[in-house]
C-alpha cells in the first residue's frame, strides 16, 4: 500500500511568515493536486506540522544565538531558526489554500530538541506517531512533499529510506530554504544516493 506525506505546509513556511521559504506557494496547487489523487485511491494521506511551543530552544532569541547560524542544542549541531510554527497561532496553521488533510502529525514538540523528520527528532531519542500510523495501514511505499527541502523534507525521506519504505520524492511539490544556495540541489542528490526515487507530480498523475 501506498502513502502521501505532506511535510510542513504552515503559513510560517509560505510568503508573509516568519520563516518564508522562496516560492513556496509554487507547490500548493501541486501538492492539492496529488492528495486529490491519493483521495480518489483510498490511500493514506498524512500531514506533519512543525509545532514548537514558544520557548523552544532552535529559535535564536531563546538560544542567545544568530538567525541562520549554527551552534549546539543537546550536543547536535542546531542552525538557530527565527520564531516559528509556534503552537495554536496563525504561523502553525496549514496555508490557507492547501486541501484538507485528516492525518496529522506534530513534531518539534520538545523545547529541548529539534526535529526535522516526521519520524523522529534529531537526535532520534523519541519518536512520533508516523510510523505506528503507516504499519497500521500496512504502507510499504511513500510519496513525499512539502517543506522545506534541505530540512524536513530530506530528513523524512532519509528516515523512511533507513526505515525501510520504498520512497518517492516528488520533486515539484518541494521548495528549500536555501541558507547556502546549492543546498536544496545537495539536499535531492543525497536522498537520491541514498536510494530514493526522484520524480515529478505528472510522472504520477
Ligand atoms: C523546518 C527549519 C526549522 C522545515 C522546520 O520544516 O523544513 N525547517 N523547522
Ligand atoms: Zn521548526
Same mark, same amino acid.
Given at each position: 500500500?501506498? +502513502?502521501? /506525506?505532506?511535510?510542513?505546509?504552515? !503559513?510560517?513556511?509560505?510568503?508573509?511568515?516568519?520563516?518564508?521559504?522562496?516560492?513556496?506557494?509554487? /507547490?500548493?496547487?501541486?501538492?492539492? %493536486?496529488?492528495?486529490?489523487?491519493?483521495?480518489?485511491?483510498?490511500?493514506?494521506?498524512?500531514?506533519?506540522?512543525?509545532?514548537?511551543?514558544? !520557548?523552544?530552544?532552535?529559535? +535564536?532569541?531563546?538560544?542567545?544565538?544568530?538567525?541562520?547560524?549554527?551552534? /549546539?542544542?543537546?550536543?547536535?549541531?542546531?542552525?538557530?531558526?527565527?520564531?516559528?510554527?509556534?503552537?495554536?497561532?496563525?504561523?502553525?496553521?496549514?496555508?490557507?489554500?492547501?486541501?484538507?488533510?485528516?492525518?496529522?502529525?506534530?513534531?518539534?514538540?520538545?523545547?529541548?530538541?529539534?526535529?526535522?523528520? =516526521?519520524?523522529?527528532?534529531?537526535?532520534? #531519542?523519541?519518536?512520533?506517531?508516523?510510523?505506528?500510523?503507516?504499519?497500521?495501514?500496512?504502507?510499504?511505499?511513500?510519496?513525499?512533499?512539502? #517543506?522545506?527541502?534541505?530540512?524536513?523534507?530530506?530528513?523524512?525521506?532519509?528516515? +523512511? #529510506?533507513?526505515?525501510?519504505?520504498?520512497?518517492?520524492?516528488?520533486?515539484?511539490?518541494?521548495?528549500?530554504? !536555501?541558507?547556502?544556495?546549492?543546498?536544496?540541489?545537495? +539536499?535531492?542528490?543525497?536522498? %537520491?544516493?541514498? =536510494?530514493?526515487?526522484?520524480?515529478?507530480?505528472?510522472?504520477? /498523475?
Amino acid at each position: 500500500m501506498k +502513502a502521501l /506525506i505532506v511535510v510542513d505546509i504552515q !503559513n510560517d513556511f509560505c510568503e508573509g511568515g516568519s520563516l518564508a521559504v522562496e516560492n513556496a506557494h509554487k /507547490i500548493i496547487p501541486v501538492a492539492n %493536486k496529488v492528495i486529490d489523487f491519493f483521495n480518489k485511491n483510498h490511500s493514506l494521506v498524512v500531514a506533519t506540522k512543525d509545532w514548537h511551543p514558544a !520557548n523552544h530552544k532552535s529559535f +535564536a532569541k531563546n538560544s542567545s544565538g544568530t538567525i541562520g547560524e549554527v551552534g /549546539i542544542l543537546n550536543n547536535l549541531p542546531q542552525v538557530w531558526w527565527p520564531e516559528h510554527c509556534i503552537e495554536n497561532t496563525y504561523g502553525s496553521n496549514f496555508h490557507p489554500d492547501l486541501k484538507k488533510i485528516e492525518n496529522i502529525i506534530y513534531k518539534g514538540t520538545d523545547s529541548e530538541i529539534d526535529s526535522y523528520s =516526521g519520524f523522529f527528532d534529531n537526535g532520534k #531519542l523519541k519518536n512520533t506517531e508516523l510510523l505506528t500510523l503507516l504499519k497500521n495501514n500496512h504502507i510499504s511505499e511513500v510519496f513525499i512533499l512539502g #517543506l522545506a527541502t534541505d530540512y524536513c523534507v530530506k530528513h523524512t525521506v532519509l528516515d +523512511a #529510506l533507513e526505515l525501510g519504505f520504498k520512497v518517492n520524492v516528488i520533486e515539484d511539490g518541494c521548495k528549500g530554504v !536555501n541558507l547556502l544556495p546549492n543546498d536544496s540541489e545537495n +539536499a535531492i542528490r543525497e536522498m %537520491k544516493e541514498k =536510494g530514493a526515487n526522484i520524480i515529478k507530480s505528472d510522472d504520477l /498523475i
